[in-house]
């Protein structure tokens, strides 16, 4: 079963738009949260990563938000582009090796 | 090469046949692991190998399923006696790191395994 629930399944925006996707987690002993891009036929990639000592990481266009006491964290893809339309995973990390990952946000972005 | 290699990249097996698939890690990557996925989901763990040696086998559903990394390089991921449900797609991954759960994984393409 998803150790970590994720959503919406998929979303639509338009370019230039925000898309933003969330996730929760119930397991305290999580300790890092990565998320991962995925293209058709390819394998995940690192996108972005927080630890919960942190409420918010920015890399370019893409923002994490942390919200330890309410166990969420979201991904936020500011000015979206066509190049951005791919799925993306939420995960979280224990046991220092075992990541769990949610089940993935389907993005398409419409030119 | 520069990334993880995987093959096949496509497999068609009868139920009830063995397969087995091949993970070419990063040069020099320490940690390498097998998760699966199925259909519209994310990815889910199967096993984790630090070197040659199989820390962590605990997501291999049944033991039907068996992975080797035997000179802590190339890994094989064995199915035995296929099934229906055993249709997914196979991720290898591996880091620099021991453990690598808290560093980036590098996937590779992954093998997609459909079981008539």
């Known amino acids: 079963q998803q150790q970590v629930k994720q959503s919406p399944q998929s979303l639509i925006v338009q370019k230039g738009g925000i898309s933003i996707i969330n996730c929760a987690y119930e397991n305290t002993a999580f300790d890092y949260f990565p998320w991962y891009q995925q293209f058709p036929g390819k394998g995940p990639a690192l996108l972005i990563a927080i630890r919960p000592d942190v409420s918010e990481k920015k890399e370019g266009r893409f923002t994490i938000s942390f919200n330890k006491s309410a166990k969420q964290f979201s991904l936020h893809i500011m000015d979206s582009q066509p190049g951005d339309s791919a799925t993306y995973f939420c995960?979280?990390?224990?046991?220092?090796?075992?990541?769990?990952f949610g089940a993935g946000t389907t993005v398409t972005v419409r030119a | 090469g520069a990334g993880v290699s995987q093959s096949p990249r496509y497999k068609v097996a009868k139920r009830g046949q063995d397969v087995a698939l091949r993970c070419d890690p990063i040069?020099?990557?320490?940690?390498l692991f097998w998760y699966q996925q199925a259909l519209g989901q994310g990815p889910e763990f199967l096993t984790y190998f630090q070197n040659e040696a199989q820390l962590d086998k605990s997501g291999l559903p049944s033991d039907r399923f068996f992975a080797e990394r035997p000179e802590g390089s190339v890994s094989t991921l064995k199915i035995q006696r296929t099934q229906q449900e055993d249709s997914a797609v196979y991720l290898c991954?591996?880091?620099?790191?021991?453990?690598?759960?808290?560093?980036?994984?590098?996937f590779g393409e992954g093998s997609r395994l459909t079981v008539l």
């Open positions: 991954a591996s880091s620099p790191r021991t453990g690598g759960g808290t560093g980036e994984l590098f």
């Open positions: 995960a979280a990390n224990f046991n220092d090796y075992k990541l769990s």
């Open positions: 040069s020099g990557h320490v940690s």
